[in-house]
């Protein structure tokens, strides 16, 4: 069974910085692009960043190009996204999604995560 | 950026009513490459339909897509208690964007 846990989020303040997990577990993680989508509250869903299987393919929204970062370690099925700079707008449940194949282009999104609560207030 | 429109807001409807949600592309969008996701109150979105109109496993065949191009609809033949959510739909051919959702309600 496809399995996708979230961790990290918390309250920060605008300009800080936090660190997302994502553990997966009931497939070959490395066979498989990985996303982070975002939900603020009250609101719709908003892709943020992208990375293929062998995290040779990377990429990001325009509204968090920069300040974002996504990465995964293949070795500890985990994913990543360390979140700088962070913004009020920020403010979100933090999905992590699987990508249907192991590139990025062409691939739906299959199995989600429960979600992780970021806000960012003073 | 391929922005997606989705029409009605809301949706009120009665068990056992045909449910049809229209998702307006404002490109064409590449080699349907086109999601449909529910979401209900406090879960995480769930994958009904990819490539535009194939059912996700475990989908009910209540569910169905169709469209091209700009244009594309999922259909809820007959709905079920269960079904009253959130849908979205999304584009994977140019980056990837959602549509803002059509709320099916309960009438």
């Known amino acids: 069974e496809v399995q996708l846990v979230e961790s990290g989020g918390g309250l920060v303040k605008p300009g800080g910085s936090l660190r997302l997990s994502c553990a997966a577990s009931g497939f070959t993680f490395s066979s498989y692009s990985m996303n982070w989508v975002r939900q603020g509250p009250g609101k719709g869903l908003e892709w943020v960043s992208s990375i293929s299987g062998s995290s040779s393919y990377i990429y990001y929204a325009d509204s968090v190009k920069g300040r974002f970062t996504i990465s995964r370690d293949n070795a500890k099925n985990s994913l990543y996204l360390q979140m700088n700079s962070l913004r009020a707008e920020d403010t979100a449940v933090y999905y992590c999604?699987?990508?249907?194949?192991?590139?990025?282009?062409?691939?739906?999104?299959?199995?989600w995560g429960q979600g992780t609560l970021v806000t960012v207030s003073s | 950026e391929i922005v997606l429109t989705q029409s009605p807001g809301t949706l009120s409807l009665s068990p056992g009513e045909r449910a049809t949600l229209s998702c307006r592309a404002s490109q064409s969008i590449s080699a349907y490459y086109l999601s449909w996701y529910q979401q209900k109150p406090g879960q995480a979105p769930r994958l009904l339909i990819y490539g535009v109109s194939s059912r996700a496993t475990g989908i009910p065949d209540r569910f169905s897509g169709s469209g091209s191009g700009t244009d594309f609809t999922l259909t809820i033949s007959r709905l079920e208690p269960e079904d009253f959510a959130v849908y979205y739909c999304?584009?994977?051919?140019?980056?990837?964007?959602f549509g803002q959702g059509t709320k099916v309600e309960i009438k």
């Open positions: 999604a699987r990508g249907s194949g192991g590139y990025y282009y062409g691939e739906h999104l299959d199995y």
């Open positions: 999304q584009q994977y051919g140019s980056s990837r964007t």
